[in-house]
């Protein structure tokens, strides 16, 4: 796949049609995903990390979820090809079928492992995983004895107890008690694979779905306020409401521009710093708009048939999910501080080398 207009029009006819607010509503209270609408995606080629150009797949992958994120789309593309497939890939694991989880993704980690004769034995609990029940297979990341090991479990051998966050969405609890694995089910984490990459491009992937929940919180403010009327003429004409409405737009407009550099620069340098300012970036704007957005609509933002809530709920669900903006604010602040001094400038000026 490449970075142009067929990959994003093709996507958007198939969201507009199958993730309206009624279709994400009903997900939200049926199973907390939108099961259709992965398969959807699967038989366009878009669950597998394989159909993207290797080149451009980062950029590609960004593009979907920025969509995805407009329609408030209920599933696992950053868990499973954005992280999980992109780990088989790294540590050289057999292609895995279905929905791939990476568990856990905090980097404080949570589960040990500990050879027990010619097996594994894991053990551990991981809180808030996202779409864990979901999963046809596991990921465990773990501590072992000679550093951190990933093995290969089946969701069925886990105790799964199931949660959610402010949007509905599943964020589950999976625990480890003792499970045993074989010598094959397990493998050392590989070199320039390590828990804290593996939580950045969580974190880009999250910036990304706030970019096209932001979007669409903009969209549906600016029509509410062309359509509203009060004293005889839209409220969009009060200069109040204008002055809210521009603010709005250059949060949406910074946090695309952020996430698209981070997208560019991925293999480069400063790559964690974009993904930093990106996901810090993002998480700062989402508070500003939800805020400007429901004072725009008044009562009826927070009504659950109009769609704004849909939007703004899943801003203040993600802009905490893969560290919040203060996490990020602080390893942007380290990363500035070890430039040493007079280094901050040419660090920005240089953000969009590879």
């Not at 790559?271 to 993002?282: C, G, T, W």
């Amino acid at each position: 796949m490449s970075s142009d207009t067929m990959l994003v029009d093709t996507l958007a006819r198939l969201l507009e049609a199958k993730s309206r607010p009624a279709d994400v509503q009903a997900a939200e209270q049926e199973d907390g995903w939108h099961a259709t609408l992965w398969r959807e995606l699967d038989a366009l080629g878009l669950a597998d990390i394989d159909n993207f150009d290797p080149e451009h797949g980062l950029v590609d992958q960004l593009a979907v979820l920025q969509l995805l994120g407009r329609h408030a789309a209920s599933v696992p593309f950053v868990e499973s090809v954005m992280i999980g497939q992109w780990l088989c890939r790294q540590a050289g694991l057999d292609a895995m079928p279905g929905i791939v989880i990476v568990v856990p993704l905090d980097p404080s980690g949570g589960v040990s492992a500990a050879k027990a004769g010619d097996a594994w034995q894991l053990a551990g609990t991981a809180a808030k995983v996202p779409f864990a029940r979901a999963g046809n297979r596991l990921l465990i990341l773990a501590s072992g004895p000679d550093g951190p090991v990933v093995a290969s479990v089946d969701p069925s051998d886990c105790s799964l107890a199931r949660s959610a966050n402010m949007a509905g969405e599943p964020r589950d609890t999976v625990r480890l008690d003792g499970l045993r694995l074989p010598a094959s089910s397990v493998c050392p984490l590989p070199d320039g694979v390590t828990v804290a990459a593996l939580w950045e491009r969580g974190a880009l992937g999250r910036a990304a779905m706030m970019a096209g929940a932001l979007q669409r919180a903009l969209e549906l403010s600016l029509q509410y306020a062309k359509d509203r009327k009060q004293f005889g003429r839209p409220i969009g004409a009060f200069q109040a409401v204008q002055q809210n409405l521009a603010i709005l737009a250059a949060e949406v407009t910074a946090t695309r521009a952020m996430v698209d550099l981070a997208g560019r620069v991925q293999g480069g340098r400063h790559q964690r710093a974009a993904v930093a300012s990106a996901k810090a970036r993002a998480g700062r704007a989402a508070g500003i708009a939800a805020r400007i957005a429901h004072q725009i609509h008044g009562a009826m933002g927070f009504t659950g048939e109009y769609p704004l809530q849909l939007f703004t709920r899943r801003l203040w669900s993600w802009r905490d999910e893969f560290g919040s903006d203060r996490d990020w604010a602080r390893v942007l602040g380290a990363l500035a501080a070890a430039e040493g001094p007079g280094g901050l400038w040419p660090m920005i000026t240089a953000a969009g080398d590879r």
